[in-house]
């Protein structure tokens, strides 16, 4: 008999509780300010990413052009021995291969190594990028006194709520 009352008591304390959260919460949600940051957009359109690219583009543009002229010598030389193939010795053919497949190898670690360089340097770059950027949506939500910014990963938020122009603003777009 005891224990039938102490769960009954349970019960009506649980009820109490529930009910109690599901009529506050509408009030509690009326006043909550909340904001959208599109990331993607804020990585394309900040002024820092397109310094970053300007930069990079340059920190790399020599190693970039060598590959290029390597690229050209390598296709230069292919359509050459494909040209003069038929008329070879068959050991200068098998040697002219061997030195192109050699070739061949040489410039696809080349062109490996180089992106696997620009990865690293941008990914550095998008580190210091989303410190600026977190520091700028903590700063506009403090300023405008948001409750809760979401970012990217939202199934859907409409246009009323997303700050990411006012991010973009902070960052120094114009």
């Known amino acids: 008999m005891f224990r039938s009352s102490e ?5 009506l304390v649980k009820s109490l509780v529930l009910s109690t959260i599901f009529l506050t919460s ?13 990331v993607d957009k ?9 310094e970053s690219n300007k930069k990079l583009e340059k ?14 010598s390598l296709k230069d030389k292919e359509a050459a021995f494909a040209k003069d193939a038929l008329t070879m010795k068959e050991s200068e053919r098998d040697n002219k291969e061997k030195s192109l497949s050699q070739l061949r190898v040489d410039v696809q670690r080349k062109e490996r190594e180089l992106r696997e360089d620009i990865n690293i340097r941008r990914n550095e770059e998008l580190g210091g990028l989303q ?3 977190n520091k700028a949506v903590t700063s506009v939500a403090k300023a405008e006194s948001f409750d809760l910014v979401l970012y990217n ?5 409409s246009e009323k709520i997303d700050i990411t122009d006012k991010i973009l603003k902070s960052l120094g777009k114009k």
């Open 7 to 11: 769960v009954k008591f349970k019960c």
């Open 26 to 38: 509408p009030a509690a949600f009326a006043e909550l300010k909340i904001g959208f940051v599109q």
């Open 42 to 50: 804020i990585l394309q359109e900040a002024p820092q990413t397109i």
């Open 59 to 72: 920190e790399f543009s020599a190693r970039t052009d060598k590959l290029k002229a390597d690229v050209k």
């Open 131 to 133: 410190e600026q950027i």
């Open 153 to 157: 990963g939202v199934a859907y938020a």
